[in-house]
């Protein structure tokens, strides 16, 4: 009887074995009978490895894996996250925190009900019109469903851009390796942008796990999350928020709706805000550079890897492999990014507190927790910062919220939401540190206009009337025959 992958006897054949055996068994493998050359290279003492190296390959895990690997270095086709992988991930990480929930109806309507408060009281203070839909309370899960398919779409030309950095530094790498391995590795840059997808993969994973349990709604990264303009709320978050608060939950929950509502607003009444957000992150991400140095000095500082700890592999921190060491268009970029990043979040906060003021006591506390919550462990850290390193400034989220204040009292709510109107009107860096200028100018801008238009009124009507007094009938001069030929006038020569 022939015995199977799984038979007890391969399994103490393997844990029998010398390890540096199995090494090249792996290697005869994935590289062939034809690979002498490439065993002899790795094999000894030159490559170390633990003793109960022959316990983590069964003959049917080391075929399994040989194949893979295979495939991987051989690969032709483009590869890329696995992003049903990563979802899986950021589900698993959530279950391992203890933070799955399960949302019951009596908080889905407690939540849905401080929506609909929510939207009457911020008609008083834009003229953004409300989404039409009713809005939404998600549990954790169900905020990792709904907000997957947008944070991929923030992450992937970032993981694409880091995957083909790291192939063309394998590929460089592999030419000066011997012929025969060289041959034998066939696309090696392939094989490490597989690898580092699915290193990624399961960083990015983990960092929509931490958005799920730590966001209070849909966009509480400055860009909505949800395919959809409505509002969403997610009433376990913001529980566990408001138990260390000296306010009511009820209270920190109609003003999170609030916020959430007048960002929705927002994006909902300028169409071209989301897709602009969305598409610079892209600009940016093509030109992020690997720090390779940085990258030795991790792998250095992490030691020797626990070979019986294969999964620990996932642990490697990837988020200091991005130097912003770009060319000046692409800091441009940047900061174009952050300025409408803060504009966004100081309009939200400026608005939420002209709407909530006539109705919630402690008002003015809860924004300043909001501040504070903002400026320190907010969820859009663990995009912005962590997988983008794109820094959101406190100072530049405070001055543009008193720039949105300040607009209110210059202008009036509708001609200041009017600025969202095209990104030009919006102000610059400079503006946000000196609003007075920006008002005083646009106020000058406006005057000239005005009277620009008076001009154009009152030589337009000069025209007219004009040309309606050359066409009314009036007297002929002397000497000019009358309309009916009447030469009564006309000189008695002329007669």
């Given at each position: 009887?022939?015995?199977?992958?799984?038979?007890?006897?391969?399994?103490?054949?393997?844990?029998?074995?010398?390890?540096?055996?199995?090494?090249?068994?792996?290697?005869?493998?994935?590289?062939?009978?034809?690979?002498?050359?490439?065993?002899?290279?790795?094999?000894?003492?030159?490559?170390?490895?633990?003793?109960?190296?022959?316990?983590?390959?069964?003959?049917?895990?080391?075929?399994?894996?040989?194949?893979?690997?295979?495939?991987?270095?051989?690969?032709?086709?483009?590869?890329?996250?696995?992003?049903?992988?990563?979802?899986?991930?950021?589900?698993?990480?959530?279950?391992?925190?203890?933070?799955?929930?399960?949302?019951?109806?009596?908080?889905?309507?407690?939540?849905?009900?401080?929506?609909?408060?929510?939207?009457?009281?911020?008609?008083?203070?834009?003229?953004?019109?409300?989404?039409?839909?009713?809005?939404?309370?998600?549990?954790?899960?169900?905020?990792?469903?709904?907000?997957?398919?947008?944070?991929?779409?923030?992450?992937?030309?970032?993981?694409?851009?880091?995957?083909?950095?790291?192939?063309?530094?394998?590929?460089?790498?592999?030419?000066?390796?011997?012929?025969?391995?060289?041959?034998?590795?066939?696309?090696?840059?392939?094989?490490?942008?597989?690898?580092?997808?699915?290193?990624?993969?399961?960083?990015?994973?983990?960092?929509?796990?931490?958005?799920?349990?730590?966001?209070?709604?849909?966009?509480?990264?400055?860009?909505?999350?949800?395919?959809?303009?409505?509002?969403?709320?997610?009433?376990?978050?913001?529980?566990?928020?408001?138990?260390?608060?000296?306010?009511?939950?009820?209270?920190?929950?109609?003003?999170?709706?609030?916020?959430?509502?007048?960002?929705?607003?927002?994006?909902?009444?300028?169409?071209?805000?989301?897709?602009?957000?969305?598409?610079?992150?892209?600009?940016?991400?093509?030109?992020?550079?690997?720090?390779?140095?940085?990258?030795?000095?991790?792998?250095?500082?992490?030691?020797?890897?626990?070979?019986?700890?294969?999964?620990?592999?996932?642990?490697?921190?990837?988020?200091?492999?991005?130097?912003?060491?770009?060319?000046?268009?692409?800091?441009?970029?940047?900061?174009?990014?952050?300025?409408?990043?803060?504009?966004?979040?100081?309009?939200?906060?400026?608005?939420?507190?002209?709407?909530?003021?006539?109705?919630?006591?402690?008002?003015?506390?809860?924004?300043?927790?909001?501040?504070?919550?903002?400026?320190?462990?907010?969820?859009?850290?663990?995009?912005?910062?962590?997988?983008?390193?794109?820094?959101?400034?406190?100072?530049?989220?405070?001055?543009?919220?008193?720039?949105?204040?300040?607009a209110t009292r210059e202008q009036g709510a509708e001609e200041r939401d009017r600025?969202?109107?095209?990104?030009?009107?919006?102000?610059?860096?400079?503006?946000?540190?000196?609003?007075?200028?920006?008002?005083?100018?646009?106020a000058d801008s406006s005057q000239s206009d005005i009277s620009a238009e008076l001009?154009?009124?009152?030589?337009?009507?000069?025209?007219?009337?004009?040309?309606?007094?050359?066409d009314v009938p009036h007297e002929p001069k002397f000497g000019e025959p009358h309309?009916?030929?009447?030469?009564?006038?006309?000189?008695?020569?002329?007669?």
């Amino acid at each position: 009887m022939t015995n199977t992958p799984n038979d007890h006897n391969d399994s103490h054949d393997s844990h029998s074995q010398d390890p540096n055996e199995i090494w090249k068994n792996m290697l005869r493998e994935i590289f062939g009978e034809d690979s002498a050359e490439i065993i002899e290279q790795f094999g000894g003492s030159a490559f170390p490895l633990p003793p109960d190296f022959g316990q983590m390959f069964s003959p049917a895990h080391l075929s399994a894996f040989a194949q893979q690997l295979q495939r991987m270095m051989n690969s032709t086709e483009e590869n890329q996250i696995d992003w049903a992988a990563c979802r899986n991930v950021a589900h698993s990480m959530l279950a391992r925190s203890g933070r799955v929930d399960q949302l019951d109806a009596a908080s889905a309507e407690k939540a849905q009900t401080a929506l609909r408060t929510a939207s009457l009281w911020l008609d008083v203070s834009t003229i953004f019109d409300p989404p039409s839909g009713t809005g939404a309370a998600y549990s954790r899960p169900e905020m990792i469903n709904h907000s997957f398919e947008t944070i991929q779409q923030l992450l992937d030309p970032v993981g694409r851009n880091v995957g083909r950095a790291f192939a063309e530094m394998m590929n460089k790498q592999a030419e000066a390796l011997p012929e025969a391995l060289r041959n034998a590795l066939g696309n090696p840059g392939s094989f490490i942008a597989a690898t580092i997808f699915q290193v990624l993969g399961v960083q990015y994973g983990e960092s929509i796990a931490e958005l799920a349990a730590s966001s209070f709604g849909s966009t509480d990264t400055g860009v909505p999350l949800m395919s959809s303009s409505d509002p969403v709320l997610v009433p376990a978050n913001i529980a566990e928020f408001s138990e260390n608060l000296s306010v009511g939950a009820d209270e920190a929950m109609l003003y999170v709706a609030v916020r959430e509502c007048a960002a929705t607003r927002l994006f909902a009444g300028v169409p071209w805000l989301r897709p602009r957000i969305l598409d610079t992150i892209a600009e940016i991400a093509s030109g992020f550079e690997v720090n390779f140095e940085a990258i030795s000095e991790h792998i250095r500082d992490m030691g020797e890897i626990d070979m019986s700890q294969p999964l620990a592999m996932p642990d490697f921190d990837m988020s200091n492999i991005f130097t912003l060491e770009l060319n000046p268009d692409q800091v441009d970029t940047v900061e174009r990014l952050e300025l409408l990043l803060a504009l966004v979040v100081g309009w939200v906060e400026e608005i939420s507190a002209q709407a909530v003021a006539p109705h919630l006591p402690n008002a003015v506390a809860l924004r300043e927790m909001f501040s504070r919550r903002y400026a320190t462990n907010n969820p859009a850290k663990h995009v912005w910062e962590a997988q983008l390193g794109i820094e959101l400034n406190p100072q530049r989220l405070r001055e543009a919220a008193t720039f949105w204040q300040q607009a209110t009292r210059e202008q009036g709510a509708e001609e200041r939401d009017r600025l969202w109107s095209h990104p030009d009107l919006l102000p610059t860096a400079n503006a946000l540190e000196n609003p007075a200028e920006f008002f005083a100018s646009d106020a000058d801008s406006s005057q000239s206009d005005i009277s620009a238009e008076l001009d154009s009124f009152l030589a337009q009507l000069f025209a007219e009337n004009s040309e309606q007094t050359n066409d009314v009938p009036h007297e002929p001069k002397f000497g000019e025959p009358h309309a009916d030929g009447d030469d009564r006038d006309l000189p008695p020569e002329q007669s």
